[in-house]
């Protein structure tokens, strides 16, 4: 049974609001998470991506599945919805960023990133259950190969990733938290964990912090959005929700405390629409909406026509390849059947117009037109197409915005401006493609990007961060070092936008620590109750994994 107060409310159910439900359950307060997208049973998963309305978000045209696409000016954004937010949808992927992550600019001045941030990476890794992919796949071979010819093979390994491999197919008692978590089934390599795990051998978060986080008496309140929070006269926040599809119920709540967990594209339009309402948050710092960045990613699917080829076996994502201290690729695939990207690609054409990209395309078709044409028109394309995703810890900032335009359908809706053109996130980098063109000739294949790519040289990025980062004062941040808004005691910013610098790598294990830092932080219920709410200013790290 919902109530109507709470210790905290959290908005949004992936990695930063799971971590915070989970752990603040642990220290005695009372929690509502407030969850958009649906909740989902192995079953309800697609069987492939041609099953648009359980794979993917829209349920305005009844699509209410996991996965959504945001077509921005500036950026194609791929992120996840549902109970669990992205780790339903993400490939599972835990890498470390580099020491450069710590030690970047923006935020280096704020604490010892890699020194504080240590022992929580490490209960992430736990709490995830990260492990070593076992299987070398066809995809992993090139890679390896690819390493060597430019001699990095000893800059080449297996992911780590969040999945149980036990017994393929054989289901066994809870293997992660001594008992206290839920029945789990082993990996059988399908590489469908991007259309969702019907297996049940991911470790998505609601079969991990945010199953734990319920069994302790948290309460998830899914297809529910929150449309305006505010603070109460009496202290606290008062939030506004409404159904996400369905007949039209809206709903209110209170709360001491309040996190801002829906990830960039659900925190982002949240804090602008509640920063313009002088009846919502009109003291949010400036600064809210400002370096919004990626990591900088190039996406390509390599087609290969031979019909013996099948890259789809294996988890979404098995090596990962550092071409140098700044970049990394990854071969990355989707389970058999799952062919929907086919119907969005175009030929590889990097290029600084629409006129040059177009023209590069014809002449790389016009190369290998039988190539092409076979290619085009695999049986499976998921079996036969690899894809490639690399990225950069180069620094690219956007700033995020509330206006109008073809893409918010002339409603008042998120965009996107440049903060420095010099600087905006591109589309083409020059040793992405080389690498592309390695792996394609490797495979007798040819190299394809998304068509938002060629035609309006658009980057797409499935690791959108930051928007509300941290700062030394509301004048260059939005939180402080510890979460916490500037002007807004209580309320925190837990979820990618909180992330201050460009990771470089899959960011969800730096979105998770951090959280875990976050959390670390604030003190128990009941010594709260004796002191007044109080955070510790720095907490010593000696939770560890209490609930297993
Ligand atoms: C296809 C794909 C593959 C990926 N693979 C990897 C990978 O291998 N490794 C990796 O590290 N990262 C990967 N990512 C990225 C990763 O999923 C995200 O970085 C991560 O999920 C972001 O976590 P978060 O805490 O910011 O919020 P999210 O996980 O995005 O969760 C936010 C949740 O809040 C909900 N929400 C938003 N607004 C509201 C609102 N107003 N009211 C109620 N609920 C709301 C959303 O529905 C969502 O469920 C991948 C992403 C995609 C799309
Ligand atoms: S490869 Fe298949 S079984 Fe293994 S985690 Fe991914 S979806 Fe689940």
Redesign the pocket.
């Known amino acids: 049974m919902t109530k109507r107060h709470y210790d905290w409310i959290i908005?949004?159910?992936?990695?930063?609001?799971s971590v915070s439900a989970h752990r603040l359950t642990q220290k005695g307060y009372d929690v509502l998470v407030?969850?958009?997208?649906r909740r989902f049973e192995l079953d309800d998963f697609p069987k492939t991506n041609w099953d648009l309305k359980r794979w993917m978000w829209n349920p305005s045209i009844g699509l209410k599945g996991i996965?959504k696409m945001s077509f921005l000016k500036h950026m194609t954004v791929?992120?996840?919805?549902?109970?669990?937010?992205?780790?339903l949808?993400?490939?599972?992927?835990?890498?470390m960023p580099t020491q450069e992550f710590f030690r970047s600019e923006s935020w280096k001045d704020l604490a010892d990133w890699e020194a504080e941030l240590a022992p929580h990476y490490e209960t992430a890794r736990r709490m995830l259950g990260a492990a070593p992919n076992p299987i070398m796949t066809k995809g992993d071979h090139v890679m390896k190969e690819i390493a060597k010819d430019i001699g990095r093979e000893e800059h080449f390994h297996p992911t780590e990733v969040a999945v149980f491999f036990g017994e393929p197919n054989k289901k066994v008692p809870d293997p992660f938290f001594g008992g206290e978590g839920p029945d789990r089934v082993g990996c059988n390599f399908c590489g469908a964990c991007?259309t969702g795990c019907r297996v049940g051998a991911k470790n998505t978060l609601d079969k991990n912090y945010l199953y734990l986080a319920e069994k302790h008496g948290a309460e998830v309140l899914p297809e529910?959005?929150?449309?305006h929070v505010a603070p109460r006269d009496e202290g606290g926040y008062r939030v506004e929700?409404k159904a996400s599809f369905g007949k039209h119920h809206s709903q209110e709540f209170t709360a001491d405390r309040i996190i801002f967990?829906?990830?960039?594209?659900?925190?982002m339009p949240?804090l602008l629409q509640m920063k313009e309402d002088p009846t919502g948050l009109p003291h949010l710092s400036d600064r809210v909406g400002d370096f919004v960045r990626s990591n900088s990613e190039a996406l390509f699917g390599i087609i290969s026509p031979d019909k013996n080829e099948n890259f789809s076996k294996g988890v979404?994502?098995t090596s990962i390849l550092h071409t140098d201290d700044h970049s990394h690729i990854e071969p990355v695939r989707y389970g058999e059947g799952s062919g929907f990207f086919r119907t969005l690609l175009s030929v590889h054409s990097p290029g600084p117009t629409v006129i040059s990209r177009i023209w590069g395309a014809l002449v790389a078709f016009s190369r290998r037109p039988v190539r092409w044409l076979r290619a085009l028109f695999v049986r499976d394309f998921a079996k036969q197409s690899q894809v490639l995703l690399y990225m950069r810890t180069l620094e690219g900032t956007l700033r995020m915005r509330l206006g109008r335009g073809l893409r918010t359908g002339f409603r008042r809706g998120l965009v996107t401006e440049i903060d420095d053109p010099t600087q905006a996130p591109s589309a083409f980098m020059e040793e992405a493609t080389e690498l592309a063109e390695r792996f394609a000739d490797k495979v007798n294949g040819v190299p394809a990007t998304l068509v938002t790519e060629t035609l309006l040289g658009v980057p797409s990025t499935?690791?959108?961060?930051g928007g509300a980062c941290m700062g030394a004062s509301e004048e260059t941040g939005v939180i402080d070092r510890n979460h916490e808004v500037f002007n807004y005691s209580g309320m925190y910013v837990?979820?990618?936008?909180a992330i201050s610098a460009n990771p470089g790598?899959?960011?969800?294990?730096?979105?998770t620590a951090l959280?875990e830092r976050a959390m670390s932080l604030i003190a128990d219920k009941h010594t709260a109750k004796a002191t007044g709410p109080e955070k510790t200013e720095s907490a010593p790290f000696t939770e560890g994994l209490r609930a297993e």
């Open positions: 908005i949004g159910s992936g990695f930063g609001g407030i969850e958009k997208g996965f791929l992120h996840g919805v549902g109970v669990g937010g992205g780790s949808v993400y490939a599972n992927t835990l890498p991007m529910t959005e929150v449309t929700t967990a829906g990830g960039v594209m659900g925190t949240l979404a994502i499935a690791h959108i961060l837990i979820d990618g936008s790598v899959n960011p969800a294990l730096t979105i959280a």
